[in-house]
């Protein structure tokens, strides 16, 4: 199925760095979400994102849905242990309709270095 | 807290047994979804279900099946496991209005394992 260009596909980084990582799409969507998943665990909702240039943090994450509409990135300041795992982006796009379908990205592998 | 729960954590059946996987919310979400994933892959959605109206996915074998009895509780079957349908399987769930339509939270997930 269809899936979004996420990169990089894997961060090895110290602790205390800080993380950035991307998402970009052919389409327009109007709605970019973050997630994290933990191994062996389903994925957590970080961040929702619904308009072209919305800049929202969540506590030390901070993520932008860009003005064309066809990217989405995320960043993480001062990284910690707990931080590791993989991240996906996710989009809805134009007219989805009843579908409510969301296409994710190929995921980001963050693995900190205490 | 609202959640949304899946039962059980893991699974192990054996090749061509019939498998029931479940989830339920108290969120009152009207929308659930099951996607199947893959090791270090993203989830891939089979189907979903808008309140009662059943939604499958172009590329959902025949073999997986859903039934979803009421509000807050929604089962994937998998009628005649393959080793191939080995995966961690996820349930999720939205509330469809406004600007919470896209949002889907996800349940802890059940690893299925097929001998």
């Not at chain 1, 932008?64 to 707990?82: E, H, M, V, Y």
Request: charged letters at 15%; a neutral charge.
């Amino acid at each position: 199925g269809q899936q979004l260009n996420q990169s990089p596909q894997s961060m090895f980084i110290q602790e205390g760095e800080d993380v950035s990582m991307n998402c970009t799409s052919s389409s327009i969507f109007n709605t970019w979400l973050w997630y994290k998943q933990d191994p062996g665990e389903g994925p957590v909702l970080l961040i929702a994102l619904y308009k072209a240039g919305e800049l929202t943090s969540n506590g030390r994450l901070t993520a932008q849905f860009g003005i064309t509409r066809k990217d989405s990135f995320l960043n993480i300041s001062a990284s910690i242990p707990s931080d590791v795992g993989i991240y996906f982006c996710a989009g809805h796009g134009l007219g989805g309709g009843a579908t409510n379908k969301l296409i994710f990205g190929t995921g980001t592998l963050l693995a900190v270095q205490p | 807290d609202a959640m949304v729960i899946q039962n059980p954590r893991y699974q192990v059946t054996q090749f061509g047994k019939p498998v029931t996987l479940s989830c339920s919310q108290t969120l009152n979400h009207n929308v659930m979804y099951w996607y199947q994933q893959k090791s270090s892959q993203a989830p891939k959605l089979l189907f979903h279900y808008y309140d009662k109206d059943f939604n499958n996915e172009a590329d959902t074998p025949d073999n997986f099946q859903s039934r979803r009895p009421n509000t807050s509780f929604c089962f994937l079957d998998i009628r005649s496991p393959g080793l191939g349908d080995a995966a961690m399987y996820l349930c999720a769930t939205s509330l469809r209005g406004w600007r919470l339509y896209n949002e889907q939270f996800f349940g802890p997930g059940t690893r299925l394992t097929v001998l």
